[in-house]
C-alpha cells in the first residue's frame, strides 16, 4: 500500500487544490492531507478554519484523511509511513520552487520522493492569494473555490470591514 501525503496552507482551500487531492487520491492507496501550521506568510484563516475547510471539502475522497502538522513535511511524511509528497504545478515559475524544495526534502529524507502533479488547465491560475484578492475586491469567486469556502471568504471580509484590516498581506519564502 502506497501512502502520500499533500501539504500546504490552504488558506483557503481552492478548486485547484482539490483537483490535486483527487488526482493523488486516484494514483496512491492512502493520501494524507497536511494542513501546516506555520507558513512563512500572513494567514487569513486559523489552523482550525483551514481544517475543517480542507476536510468538508476532501469528505468525497474515502482515502484521504485531513490533519494538522507543524514539523518538516518529511517528518510529517515519515510519521504516516509514506514514501510520496504531492505537489501541484501551475506555471513555470512554481517549477523552480518546487524543484528546491524537492531537492531539499531528498537530501534531509532519501527515502521520501516528491511527485509533481501539473494543474488542471482550468486551474492554471489558481492560488489562494488570487482567490483571496478577488474576494477583497468584492469579485465573483464561486466558481475558484467550494461554497462552503467562498462563504467564509465571505463572512472574513465583512468582518474585517472594506480594507480588509490589512491583514491579508502576504509574505512569500520565494520573495
Not at 499533500?6 to 497536511?34: E, K, L, W
Not at 483551514?50 to 502538522?69: G, I, W
Request: net charge negative.
Amino acid at each position: 500500500m502506497t501512502t502520500a501525503v499533500y501539504p500546504a496552507a490552504f488558506d483557503p482551500i481552492t478548486n485547484g487544490h482539490i483537483d490535486i487531492a483527487s488526482r493523488a487520491a486516484n494514483i496512491f492507496d492512502q493520501v494524507v492531507v497536511g494542513v501546516y501550521d506555520r507558513p512563512s506568510k500572513t494567514l487569513l484563516f486559523s489552523t482550525d478554519e483551514r481544517l475543517e475547510m480542507v476536510r468538508q471539502a476532501l469528505a468525497h475522497l474515502p482515502n484521504v484523511t485531513v490533519e494538522r502538522y507543524d514539523d518538516l513535511t518529511v517528518l510529517f511524511a515519515r510519521q504516516h509511513g509514506a514514501k510520496v509528497i504531492v505537489r501541484g504545478l501551475r506555471v513555470l515559475s512554481d517549477f523552480e520552487w518546487e524543484l528546491q524544495l524537492a531537492l531539499t526534502n531528498r537530501k534531509m529524507a532519501p527515502d521520501v520522493d516528491t511527485v509533481c502533479l501539473m494543474a488542471s488547465q482550468e486551474y492554471s491560475f489558481l492560488s489562494s492569494s488570487v482567490v483571496k484578492e478577488i474576494a477583497l475586491l468584492g469579485g465573483n469567486v464561486d466558481e475558484m473555490a467550494p461554497p462552503h469556502v467562498v462563504a467564509a471568504l465571505r463572512s472574513k471580509f465583512a468582518a474585517l470591514g472594506d480594507d480588509g484590516g490589512g491583514r491579508v498581506r502576504l509574505i512569500s519564502v520565494r520573495d
